[in-house]
């Protein structure tokens, strides 16, 4: 029975989406209207912040939410080497240079030990990935006293201690696109904060750095969240969290199931309650175990095997010599396996069952 990396499927909502679609586009209004509000207030009560913004992806959001917290040419900004390209290519964007830092490989996040490495009397702020659904320890990152921006784009519905991802630093970004926990139907990405300036700036420079239109005070983008994007999240959102229990639920099934026995499982950081973006175990031969998984028709594979310090555009930023430790073994043993809503336990068995008889 094949089992695809994604157990996930929007079919039972299509007919809500495509009535919600249709009065969108009987309504007339496209860019910044009442869904797009709506959206933002109900995603703000979500997460329990402030201010929610849409803009028009993940990517945009993290370049923004940059800006709005003052970061600029000159500044340094530190990021992890083990993410996806766009933490740092948005970094780049907003004028910084990144700084690149190691990740914990049990749990694939920056913390408080890694970045310090990286910091700098130009350090202007810290990007705290939460990759694939875990969440980075942002208590003790906030201890370091500079700027934190979450990069929430793999971890919507997450909680540390309790608090969603999103509302634990000095800004936060989501992406919805379509393989995310809460996607959209194509790009979308929302910046959170409690903080009220930073709130403005975003909503100022999502419009091309302009409150009304009319006076243009700084050079800003086109990046908005746009209203059929909106509408379609406002009918998913209500599903996250039960989501993101399933996924959780997965996770607990190859726990229970054994998995550990022949893999490293994903480990949560202290008090983080994750929502398995990605259900990522590492192994020494991830990309032969993910061959014979193939065999049996079991989706699996590495996704970040050449970390970012090391990728052609962005290697220039690395000073010679660096060393990730964790990065490099997080690169190189990592292995994404099926999950999702819909993984059944007949699935679980299945994979489970398909890693041991090759992972030994
Ligand atoms: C960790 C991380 N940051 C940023 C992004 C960028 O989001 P988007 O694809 O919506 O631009 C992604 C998404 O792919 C991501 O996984």
């Given at each position: 029975m094949p089992v695809p990396l994604f157990a996930t499927s929007l079919d039972p909502y299509l007919p809500r989406i495509v009535e919600r679609?249709?009065?969108?586009?009987n309504g007339g209004r496209y860019i910044l209207g009442p869904e797009v509000e709506a959206f933002e207030q109900e995603l703000a009560h979500f997460l329990d912040v402030k201010h929610c913004v849409g803009v028009a992806n993940g990517t945009d959001?993290?370049?923004?939410?940059l800006r709005a917290l003052g970061?600029?040419?000159?500044?340094?900004?530190?990021?992890?080497?083990?993410?996806?390209?766009?933490?740092?290519?948005?970094?780049?964007?907003?004028g910084a240079t990144p700084v690149f830092c190691d990740v914990d490989p049990r749990t694939f996040c920056v913390n408080a030990e890694t970045v310090k490495a990286a910091i700098t009397p130009r350090t202007k702020a810290i990007v705290a990935v939460h990759l694939f659904g875990n969440v980075a320890p942002m208590g003790e990152l906030r201890d370091l006293?500079?700027?934190?921006?979450?990069?929430?784009?793999?971890?919507?519905?997450?909680?540390?201690?309790?608090?969603?991802?999103?509302?634990?630093?000095?800004?936060?970004?989501?992406?919805?696109?379509?393989?995310?926990n809460l996607?959209?139907?194509?790009?979308?990405?929302a910046i959170a904060t409690n903080d009220d300036d930073v709130a403005h700036a975003v909503r100022r420079l999502r419009f091309h750095g302009s409150d009304d239109k009319q006076t243009f005070v700084d050079v800003g983008y086109n990046s908005r969240l746009d209203e059929l994007q909106a509408a379609v999240l406002r009918v998913l959102l209500p599903e996250l969290d039960g989501w993101n229990?399933?996924?959780?639920?997965?996770?607990?099934?190859?726990?229970?199931?054994?998995?550990?026995?022949?893999?490293?499982?994903?480990?949560?950081?202290?008090?983080?309650e994750q929502v398995h973006h990605l259900y990522v175990v590492r192994h020494e031969r991830a990309d032969e175990l993910a061959a014979a998984l193939a065999q049996s028709q079991i989706g699996a594979?590495?996704?970040?095997?050449?970390?970012?310090?090391?990728?052609?555009?962005?290697?220039?930023?690395?000073?010679?010599?660096?060393?990730?430790?964790?990065?490099?073994?997080a690169a190189r043993t990592h292995?994404?396996?099926?999950?999702?809503?819909?993984?059944?336990?007949?699935?679980?068995?299945?994979?489970v069952t398909a890693v041991a008889a090759s992972a030994a």
């Open positions: 679609l249709a009065e969108v586009a959001a993290i370049t923004i939410a970061v600029g040419p000159g500044d340094e900004v530190v990021c992890p080497s083990f993410t996806f390209y766009a933490t740092v290519e948005a970094t780049i964007s907003a006293g500079l700027p934190v921006l979450e990069d929430a784009a793999q971890a919507t519905g997450a909680r540390l201690d309790g608090v969603r991802a999103g509302a634990l630093g000095d800004a936060a970004t989501s992406s919805f696109f379509p393989s995310k996607p959209c139907l194509g790009d979308g990405g229990a399933a996924r959780r639920a997965g996770a607990d099934l190859y726990t229970r199931d054994g998995l550990g026995e022949h893999v490293e499982l994903p480990l949560a950081v202290d008090g983080a594979r590495g996704y970040y095997r050449t970390p970012i310090h090391r990728q052609p555009a962005t290697a220039r930023y690395a000073p010679a010599g660096l060393e990730l430790p964790g990065t490099d073994e292995l994404a396996l099926p999950i999702g809503p819909e993984l059944s336990e007949d699935d679980v068995r299945e994979v």
